[in-house]
């Protein structure tokens, strides 16, 4: 059975792959794609803290906008667009949703995000962790390793989906810096490419209780003219627990996707 809370985003995200089969119509699109809206609100509350007054980012999440799901661009401040580079713009215009390396079960690479919870854990603790781990439920169980023990990124990273993560504090602010990307996933189902040139830089704050602000700047001079930052946030699921997904089990949905790649 879905989850009741979490059923209006999955169903917003189901609406982007039933319109490329043509198994929808628009205005049928339009409805599933409200249902965002009627989500319910974050918790309120002030901002937790650990003893050490760090704040706690622990808690299981789940995007709160579409940002990081559909199309990045929709997650830029106002005015500004995706830089796109010569190659970037090609390699788009060739994309199909049939393609889609999250469509077919592997990981959603960074900045993306599926639309099912994620949970943030510290290793040996969450007051002093040497290792981060966000885990998500989508997909193939996936989950990012973030070293927090000052550790520098390897000369030559062996290329990953997920990179190679070196994180910090900077006051109430978890800084993420990660190198070493494969160019196998896409940034959204719109279909935005990368290179093995990829840096990212996130930073997470969490102004109350029960929100979570993404902030991501990427930085690959081999598909974007310059660098340019993304703003999204994840709101807090008090109460839930992440659930068994395995997306390649009877998995059957690819076959069926036609078209570009595209949102709803």
């Not at 040139?197 to 993404?214: C, F, Q, V």
């Not at 703003?231 to 089990?249: D, K, W």
Request: charged share 20%; net charge negative.
């Amino acid at each position: 059975m879905m989850r009741k809370i979490f059923a209006p985003i999955l169903l917003a995200a189901l609406a982007g792959v039933l319109m490329s089969t043509g198994a929808v119509a628009p205005h049928q699109t339009r409805v599933l794609a409200a249902a965002q809206a009627r989500q319910p609100a974050a918790p309120q509350g002030p901002t937790p803290r650990l003893p050490n007054g760090r704040v706690d980012l622990s808690g299981v999440w789940r995007p709160g906008d579409i940002f990081l799901i559909e199309d990045i661009s929709l997650g830029l401040a106002k005015g500004e667009t995706v830089p796109l580079n010569e190659w970037a713009k090609a390699k788009m215009a060739t994309q199909l949703s049939k393609h889609d390396p999250e469509a077919n079960c592997l990981p959603t690479g960074v900045p993306r995000h599926a639309p099912y919870p994620w949970r943030i854990v510290g290793e040996p603790d969450q007051v002093n962790p040497t290792h981060l781990y966000f885990l998500f439920e989508g997909n193939i169980h996936s989950y990012r390793q973030i070293f927090m023990d000052g550790r520098k990124h390897p000369a030559d990273p062996n290329p990953t989906w997920y990179g190679h993560s070196v994180g910090r504090w900077e006051g109430d602010t978890l800084v993420i810096d990660t190198v070493g990307y494969n160019d196998k996933f896409w940034f959204d189902f719109v279909g935005h490419p990368h290179t093995e040139k990829l840096h990212t830089i996130e930073r997470y704050t969490r102004p109350d209780l029960g929100t979570l602000k993404e902030d991501i700047t990427i930085e690959d001079p081999g598909a974007y003219t310059k660098p340019f930052t993304l703003h999204a946030s994840h709101r807090l699921v008090p109460g839930e627990e992440l659930m068994e997904y395995i997306c390649q089990e009877n998995q059957k949905d690819t076959e069926h996707l036609v078209g570009p790649a595209g949102r709803p």
